[in-house]
């Protein structure tokens, strides 16, 4: 008799087999570079903020994706859908939502950074918060290090919705970003990759498990996939 263990570790496909509305690994994906290309063309001063480049940035972080985020973000979103509505939690966490058509969670995930992303349409920033902003600013934070989403499906009005919720960890810090030359100020233990201007943690792993601990449901940080496949001789 053979025996063949698989073991696959997977922060996000993990936790979808659990709690469905989780954002499958390839969601997670996506919505993580979505977010980095936004910081990535801020940071390197090639972002048009209504009709006016934004200046670059001394220390914009690459993000990394919070497992733990993303959970304690599904759950606020499976919430939500009882009244469809958009509201924000109390508490210290930097909250984005945004509510959509139903297509698939991957392009609602995308489509809820690009709507968050084009606030600064409405004018042109000047690198303070602003309620008129907030989503986009919240996204431009300089010293941010991770994110983790969750999204969930309600029905308004007879129509079929899509809610997205992002937490983004530090839950507070800095109102924007230090302009200045691209990647020349990275904080103590950050290097500067320079092909994407951004700053990145040199010991940091792929996955992000800090943040406030959701404690009596699993933790995607900690769930392993284990797969057994016994072939008989």
């Not at 977010?35 to 063309?41: I, L, P, V």
């Not at 220390?59 to 924000?88: F, I, P, Q, T």
């Not at 302009?179 to 996955?207: L, Q, V, W, Y």
Request: glycine share 8%; charged share 25%.
């Amino acid at each position: 008799m053979k025996l063949l263990l698989f073991l696959t570790i997977s922060a996000c496909l993990l936790y979808s087999t659990v709690n469905p509305s989780t954002f499958d690994e390839n969601a997670c994906q996506k919505i993580l570079k979505a977010h980095n290309d936004f910081r990535s063309k801020i940071a390197k001063g090639e972002f048009v903020s209504k009709s006016e480049k934004l200046p670059p940035a001394k220390n914009m972080n690459r993000l990394r994706w919070n497992s733990k985020y993303g959970d304690v973000a599904s759950k606020r979103a499976e919430r939500l859908s009882e009244d469809c509505e958009l509201v924000h939690n109390s508490g210290h966490y930097t909250e984005n939502i945004w509510q959509g058509g139903v297509t698939n969670p991957a392009e609602e995930g995308i489509a809820a950074i690009a709507a968050f992303a084009s606030e600064f349409q409405k004018g042109v920033w000047n690198l303070k918060w602003s309620q008129e902003m907030g989503h986009a600013a919240n996204m431009a934070r300089g010293d941010l290090e991770s994110v983790g989403c969750g999204y969930t499906r309600c029905t308004k009005d007879g129509f079929e919705l899509s809610i997205v919720l992002c937490l983004y960890y530090p839950p507070a810090g800095e109102q924007a970003y230090k302009k200045g030359p691209t990647c020349s100020e990275c904080s103590d233990g950050f290097s500067c990759e320079k092909k994407i201007g951004m700053c990145f943690d040199r010991n940091a792993t792929k996955i992000d498990t800090r943040g406030e601990d959701t404690s009596g449901s699993p933790s995607i940080s900690i769930l392993f996939l284990v797969m057994w496949t016994i072939y008989m001789i």
